[in-house]
């Protein structure tokens, strides 16, 4: 088994309050749309309704405004991806007690921005990871990827036990924002997602042991599903001008549906039910994902305290946001109920899910 040695979330220095962002990128979004019309009304209550208080931005409020386009916003994904992403994994690996010439698999996740050579190779000679590093670049996944990058890496890990691999997931979505597209699905992104980078260290059953890592959170087991007749969810729509959001309201209704079946039958497997899981690693979605979440899984409405906390202080950062609740989760509540289970989980574009067995 897998362990999870460290966890790292890096963010833009650009931080603003939820009233601000709807202000500024009012204009960018909604174009010659006077102030009381119906768009800048929908826009207000979507954006006061996303549950999110606090967002940090790749770039000032104010440059969204003369932002050009597609090729334009993914030089600054490039930019400041980079850097970001350059600050979790340094962080991570030294709260692992490792420096960068330990890492023997580098994992890079995003969804909103492209890079040829990829990040993690953009990455891998400022940082001084080895020039035998293994690297495993991901794109799609969406808000799905941050669980199902550590799952992966685990699959990879049980392989090679004497191995360290990191996941680095680096988000600027606010770099996809539609111009002139008043659209729902538009006005509820400009509102609900930020900006972020995570980076995650994991071990070998055997590279823990001897580095002493016995009561850092273990990887047990993993499960993928993926949903019939549901592609058109989530996702993007990509075109001249970039990354175009799809997101339908029927998210809520495939949680309902399908996840208290495929969370029943992961724990079975495992010896488990519901009610053993000690903590609770969610990625946030929106405020009725969380409350579907809660509804299908019959649990206490503070056993996600934490992911909400996370979407209320910095937005949804798609694949990066569970592993700000992972983060938040081990500085809250350390030591974590021992010897009692936990479960990540996150859905993402698919429609899918990804769910994890941890202890400690």
């Given at each position: 088994?897998?362990?999870?040695?460290?966890?790292?979330?890096?963010?833009?220095?650009?931080?603003?309050?939820?009233?601000?962002?709807?202000?500024?990128?009012?204009e960018?979004?909604?174009?010659?749309?006077?102030?009381?019309?119906?768009r800048?009304?929908?826009?207000?209550?979507?954006?006061?309704?996303?549950?999110?208080?606090?967002?940090?931005?790749?770039?000032?409020?104010?440059?969204?405004?003369?932002?050009?386009?597609?090729?334009?916003?993914?030089?600054?994904?490039?930019?400041?991806?980079?850097?970001?992403?350059?600050?979790?994994?340094?962080?991570?690996?030294v709260?692992?007690?490792?420096?960068?010439?330990?890492?023997?698999?580098?994992?890079?996740?995003?969804?909103?921005?492209?890079?040829?050579?990829?990040?993690?190779?953009?990455?891998?000679?400022?940082?001084?990871?080895?020039?035998?590093?293994?690297?495993m670049?991901?794109?799609?996944?969406?808000?799905?990827?941050?669980?199902?990058?550590?799952?992966?890496?685990?699959?990879?890990?049980?392989?090679?036990?004497?191995?360290?691999?990191?996941?680095?997931?680096?988000?600027?979505?606010?770099?996809?924002?539609?111009?002139?597209?008043?659209?729902?699905?538009?006005?509820?992104?400009s509102?609900?997602?930020?900006?972020g980078?995570?980076?995650?260290?994991?071990?070998?059953?055997?590279?823990?042991?001897?580095?002493?890592?016995?009561?850092?959170?273990?990887?047990?087991?993993?499960?993928?599903?993926?949903?019939?007749?549901?592609?058109?969810?989530?996702?993007?729509?990509?075109?001249?001008?970039?990354?175009?959001?799809?997101?339908?309201?029927?998210?809520?209704?495939?949680?309902?549906?399908?996840?208290?079946?495929?969370?029943?039958?992961?724990?079975?497997?495992?010896?488990?039910?519901?009610?053993d899981?000690?903590?609770?690693?969610?990625?946030?979605?929106?405020?009725?994902?969380?409350?579907?979440?809660?509804?299908?899984?019959?649990?206490?409405?503070?056993?996600?305290?934490?992911?909400?906390?996370?979407?209320?202080?910095?937005?949804?950062?798609?694949?990066?946001s569970?592993?700000?609740?992972?983060?938040?989760?081990?500085?809250?509540?350390?030591?974590?109920?021992?010897?009692?289970?936990?479960?990540?989980?996150?859905?993402?574009?698919?429609?899918?899910?990804?769910?994890?067995?941890?202890?400690?």
């Open positions: 088994m897998s362990k999870i040695a460290a966890v790292r979330v890096a963010l833009p220095e650009h931080v603003y309050r939820q009233e601000q962002v709807t202000e500024a990128l009012a960018v979004v909604l174009g010659d749309e006077p102030p009381g019309s119906a800048r009304e929908l826009m207000q209550k979507l954006h006061t309704a996303a549950g999110v208080r606090t967002r940090h931005l790749a770039l000032p409020l104010e440059s969204y405004r003369d932002l050009g386009g597609f090729g334009a916003a993914n030089d600054v994904w490039i930019d400041v991806g980079v850097r970001l992403g350059e600050q979790a994994l340094a962080g991570a690996i709260d692992a007690g490792l420096v960068p010439s330990d890492v023997d698999l580098i994992m890079t996740t995003s969804v909103t921005g492209l890079a040829v050579p990829s990040l993690d190779a953009l990455i891998a000679h400022r940082l001084g990871l080895r020039d035998d590093v293994k690297r670049p991901l794109f799609g996944l969406g808000c799905l990827a941050g669980a199902a990058g550590v799952a992966r890496i685990h699959d990879y890990l049980q392989g090679h036990p004497d191995d360290v691999a990191v996941l680095l997931s680096v988000e600027l979505c606010s770099l996809t924002l539609q111009r002139a597209d008043d659209s729902t699905a538009n006005l509820v992104g509102g609900l997602f930020g900006d980078a995570a980076a995650v260290v994991l071990m070998g059953e055997r590279r823990a042991a001897a580095a002493g890592f016995g009561r850092a959170p273990r990887v047990v087991a993993t499960r993928s599903r993926l949903y019939p007749d549901s592609q058109q969810i989530m996702g993007w729509d990509i075109g001249a001008s970039g990354f175009r959001l799809v997101l339908s309201p029927a998210v809520p209704d495939v949680v309902d549906e399908y996840l208290r079946d495929d969370v029943e039958r992961f724990l079975t497997a495992h010896g488990l039910a519901v009610a899981v000690a903590t609770w690693i969610s990625h946030p979605g929106g405020p009725k994902v969380i409350e579907a979440i809660v509804r299908a899984l019959d649990l206490k409405p503070e056993a996600l305290d934490v992911t909400r906390d996370s979407l209320a202080t910095v937005g949804n950062l798609s694949s990066s569970v592993l700000h609740v992972l983060q938040q989760t081990l500085a809250v509540r350390d030591p974590i109920a021992p010897n009692r289970p936990a479960v990540m989980l996150a859905m993402g574009p698919g429609f899918s899910s990804e769910l994890l067995l941890l202890d400690w």
